[in-house]
């Protein structure tokens, strides 16, 4: 019923088989103005009719955008633990103007019969700049998930490095050497520039952490002669405080009297918390 007034618009007055009228006549008047008025009905549908295909472009639209942040959601709960093909399955892949579709694709797809007619050729258009959008966002979340898997992954092999070093002989540097260059080997896999620059950081540094430790475990008093305390705990029978009470095993923590350079990298902190260990086994031995 709604395309009655934009179709008897269109007609106006037919000048075919219809009968007509003298334009300066009563009738022709009347019938000029009925023409006229039919036609401003049919401009004013037209305009409504355009106004609620753009509203239900725009509810569907959203429609689709829910979609796709579920499915997204969806791919990365659901993707391996590297993250490998995520982007894939999701936005598919472009290779020498070939595209291969992916979950994007059907979603999209699925959706351009459901919108308006009058919208349907604009929304088709928008559909590489989403995909394009959307794109970034999985491969940013790959990454991610990368750098998480190459970390954890990285973590695990230090941690049984680090162990065997501190159950191992502190007078075989061969095999203290073999294994720091082995995790080095490791961390020069790694992906992401800046995990590698921090990883090598810390890898120095727990290294000698464990070193130190085996040192502790063997012979204290020499482990405290590496780390530079060694005058510190041979100080009154064995104490480890001077006469005000000072904790004189943490003294000059950083100085130059560390007997091992495989103990260089310790960090301060490291320094401080082992030469009082060594301090304190002493006193117990």
């Known amino acids: 019923m709604a395309t009655i007034p934009l179709q008897l618009a269109q007609r106006r007055l037919d000048s075919g088989s219809v009968v007509s009228y003298p334009d300066n006549s009563p009738v022709g008047a009347a019938m000029q103005g009925f023409g006229d008025e039919l036609a401003a009905v049919a401009e004013r549908f037209r305009q409504q009719k355009q106004q609620q295909d753009a509203f239900d472009a725009e509810v569907i639209g959203r429609e689709l955008n829910g979609q796709i942040a579920q499915a997204e959601k969806e791919a990365i709960q659901n993707a391996p633990a590297d993250g490998r093909g995520l982007h894939d399955a999701m936005y598919g892949q472009a290779r020498n103007g070939v595209v291969k579709p992916g979950l994007f694709d059907k979603i999209f797809d699925s959706t351009v019969p459901k919108m308006p007619e009058s919208e349907r050729a604009s929304f088709i258009r928008q559909k590489e700049a989403m995909r394009l959008a959307g794109s970034a966002r999985m491969a940013a979340q790959q990454y991610a998930r990368r750098q998480d898997y190459e970390q954890a992954e990285w973590s695990k092999a230090q941690a049984a490095e680090l162990d065997a070093i501190a159950q191992s002989d502190p ?72 006469a005000d009470g000072t904790d004189l095993s943490a003294e000059n923590p950083n100085g130059p009297a560390s007997g091992d350079d495989r103990l260089a990298d310790l960090t301060p902190d490291d320094r401080v918390a082992l030469a009082r260990l060594a301090g304190v086994s002493m006193t117990q031995n």
């Not at 482990?223 to 041979?234: C, K, R, S």
């Open 171 to 242: 007078d075989d540097s061969a095999t203290f050497e073999a294994i720091r260059r082995s995790g080095f080997d490791f961390i020069a896999k790694m992906g992401s520039p800046v995990a590698r620059q921090l990883a090598e950081t810390g890898w120095r540094s727990n290294t000698a952490k464990a070193l130190a430790q085996a040192m502790l475990a063997k012979d204290p008093r020499r482990a405290a002669e590496m780390l530079g305390t060694a005058p510190a705990a041979q100080a009154g029978d064995g104490e480890t405080t001077g």
